[in-house]
């Protein structure tokens, strides 16, 4: 793992978050939406695949082969370093990728204080999602946490792969495979947090299922929008998506979008959506009534404390924290960020 391990550490110390290898091109990192070579000569097809193939398991390399290609964790100075590796004409690609989750704890985000209260004691249905790298895996360690300082509680974990690794003095943490859960609810029933994350359509049912029992769930989906994530949960556990929808008011906290954008004078800078599970919500999620909830979660924050993304961008251009153009390509509805920025003069 020698090579592979250098071209990783350097790249950690130019503080950046991802690292590509190719044939007939430099090693590449990359720094907020720019990538820089890593200063070495083009490597051959055999050397990039003699690189990516020490940081893999046999298990891995023969899934690798067969289906040409494989996904992965590693955990490195501390990291964790999550890894696609992909055959092509060319020969064996591989992207890596991580967040200094340290980084992103509950202030960072910048969370209202009511977030952490309903994890704390509330009882149902919260969705978190973003894309990949969106920095849901960092938000759900930092909520946890910070139940687990804040009181007693027995969490239990279930996750695809174990990239949540935490301990506490005060709480019991408990780790599973997110299939163990459908083998059995029982374990689940008893905590005071379930963490779901995963892919796994019969786990995703199993999470609104203990949240329609009363079950303190938060529940990791890969969508770019909070909308995106609770329509796809909606098709996975009903075959009529009314009817999930419907299922899904009935027991929704609230729904949370992240992104982790590039900023000026960071990195990345941290940024979300909020949906609260308020009873006007809830009666426009039952009737699929996308529009009228969108005005209620950018009309009504001063009460519910409800915002969208565009809202959250404005923000940040506004602070200098991201650049304009940055801000609109990270939009889903860049007229109307546009019509935003104009309103307050900018």
Known sequence: MNEMMDYL????????????????????????????????????????????LQVISDEERQKLFEKGSAEGLLHIHG??????????????????????????????????????????????????TGSRRSGKTSAIGAIVKDLAQKKRAIISIFSDQDEIDLTSQESVICSYHSSYLKGSLAQAEASDLVVIDTKDPLVLKCAVELSERGV??????????????????????????????????????????????????????????????????????????????????????DRTGMRTMNQALLQLILKRKIELRVGFEESSRPDELDQMLKKVGF
Not at 274 to 287: K, Y
């Open 216 to 301: 303190n769930v938060l529940c990791a989906i890969s969508a770019h929008t909070v909308q995106a994530a609770l329509e796809r949960l909606s098709e996975l556990i009903e075959e009529n998506p009314a009817i999930g929808l419907k299922r899904i008011s009935h027991c929704l906290q609230m729904g949370i979008g992240l992104k982790l954008i590039p900023g000026i004078d960071a990195v990345l800078v941290p940024a979300f959506e909020l949906l609260m599970g308020t009873s006007s919500v809830r009666r426009e999620l039952r009737e699929n009534n996308w529009s009228d909830l969108e005005m209620m979660m950018s009309t009504t924050g």
């Open 9 to 52: 550490k350097e790249a950690m110390n130019k503080n950046a978050h991802e690292l590509f290898l190719a044939p007939q091109v430099p090693p590449r990192y990359r720094l907020g939406r720019q990538w820089v070579n890593l200063g070495m000569e083009s490597l051959k097809a055999a050397q990039t695949k003699e690189s990516l």
């Open 79 to 128: 990291k964790s370093i999550n890894f696609s590796l992909s055959l092509s004409a060319q020969g064996l690609c591989g992207h890596f990728h991580w967040i200094e989750s340290s980084h992103f704890d509950l202030q960072s985000w910048g969370f209202p204080l009511y977030v952490s209260e309903i994890i704390a004691k509330g009882s149902g249905l919260s969705v978190i």
